[in-house]
């Protein structure tokens, strides 16, 4: 699934999936407009963030979705 999100004033894509819906992991890769990769896919965890504050808001947005959807299924 591509998400849209505002980061640094730009707009950013980034796909992400459950890898594991047990233990919830989610991969995250950030990708084009088109959704080519542009980088590997790493694996998030919400208990540690990302590299900083708004990344770390965004990737905990698509946490969340990804997380209520496996729950709503």
């Given at each position: 699934?591509?998400?849209?999100?505002?980061?640094?004033?730009?707009?950013?894509?980034?796909?992400?999936?459950?890898?594991?819906?047990?233990?919830?992991?989610?991969?995250?890769?950030?990708?084009?407009?088109?959704?080519?990769?542009?980088?590997?896919?790493?694996?998030?965890?919400?208990?540690?963030?990302?590299?900083?504050?708004?990344?770390?808001?965004?990737?905990?947005?698509?946490?969340?979705?990804?997380?209520l959807g496996t729950l709503n299924?």
């Open positions: 699934m591509i998400f849209t999100h505002t980061w640094e004033n730009e707009t950013i894509f980034h796909e992400a999936y459950v890898t594991d819906e047990k233990f919830f992991n989610v991969a995250i890769r950030e990708v084009t407009e088109g959704g080519d990769p542009m980088e590997d896919f790493v694996d998030y965890d919400p208990f540690h963030g990302a590299s900083d504050d708004q990344l770390t808001e965004i990737c905990n947005d698509i946490y969340d979705f990804l997380l299924a």
